[in-house]
């Protein structure tokens, strides 16, 4: 029982490279978030997906885009990496409905130069 | 728009010492507020407050709504250095369905 496991977990990248990050959760979960994290910026929302097929623009989503083709997957990517693109991402998901608590992936560390 | 506001942003302390740390919220369509511990790598579970006025309670951690005031409060008693963390304060509900909102998260230094 895997929960949330992102790949990959460290990636460098040269400015202008694409690359794409992989979310996969095994708890059957309707939602699954991408977020990313800055020093003293806290979490913040890049995009999210309530459902298979659905997703939506969270608070920062330029330089992003994302699919959710099967519900178990949220892939993030990233079309032309920036320098501004160095941070933390970590995935999450939970059930539908309230009341549901969230889970994290361990994250992923992407360095663009 | 919705927003999760949290202090002190960061916090040193003396292990035995107790803090507060405080989250503010301004979200339409409350659902809950939850409580996270980030250490190293992905945040941890440590509440979800959905009534007000009603205390949660884990060892030394405490945590209480005010649905009123729209603020929620996290008391750690008699610190400990492995207490330092990131605390993340999240609340989800907003205007988007499904949306969570995170609070920029208060960093705790618990020295010996």
């Known amino acids: 029982n895997a929960g949330v496991t992102q790949t990959p977990k460290f990636r460098v990248l040269k400015t202008g490279q694409s690359m794409t990050l992989l979310c996969a959760q095994d708890?059957?979960?309707?939602?699954m978030y991408w977020y990313r994290q800055d020093p003293g910026m806290g979490l913040r929302l890049i995009h999210y997906?309530?459902?298979?097929?659905?997703?939506a623009k969270g608070e920062v989503p330029d330089g992003y885009n994302v699919s959710r083709l099967k519900k178990q997957n949220f892939l993030l990517g990233l079309e032309s990496a920036a320098p501004s693109q160095t941070s933390v991402y970590f995935c999450?998901?939970?059930?539908?409905?309230?009341?549901?608590?969230?889970?994290f992936g361990e994250g992923s560390w992407l360095t663009v130069v | 728009e919705d927003k999760v506001v949290q202090s002190p942003l960061s916090l040193v302390v003396h292990e035995g010492d107790t803090v507060t740390l405080n989250c503010s919220y301004e979200?339409?369509?409350?659902?809950?507020l939850l409580w996270y511990k980030q250490e190293k790598k992905a945040p941890t579970f440590l509440f979800m407050l959905?009534?007000?006025?009603i205390e949660k309670k884990s060892g030394r951690l405490s945590s209480i709504l005010d649905k009123k005031e729209l603020f929620s409060i996290l008391n750690i008693t008699a610190t400990q250095t492995g207490d330092s963390a990131i605390y993340l304060c999240?609340?989800?509900?907003?205007?988007?369905?499904?949306?969570?909102?995170f609070g920029q998260g208060t960093i705790l230094t618990v020295h010996p």
């Open positions: 999450a998901s939970r059930k539908g409905g309230s009341g549901n608590t969230i889970y």
């Open positions: 979200v339409t369509n409350f659902r809950s």
């Open positions: 999240l609340n989800a509900g907003g205007t988007s369905y499904g949306k969570l909102t």
């Open positions: 959905t009534s007000s006025g």
């Open positions: 708890m059957n979960h309707e939602y």
């Open positions: 997906s309530v459902g298979e097929g659905t997703t």
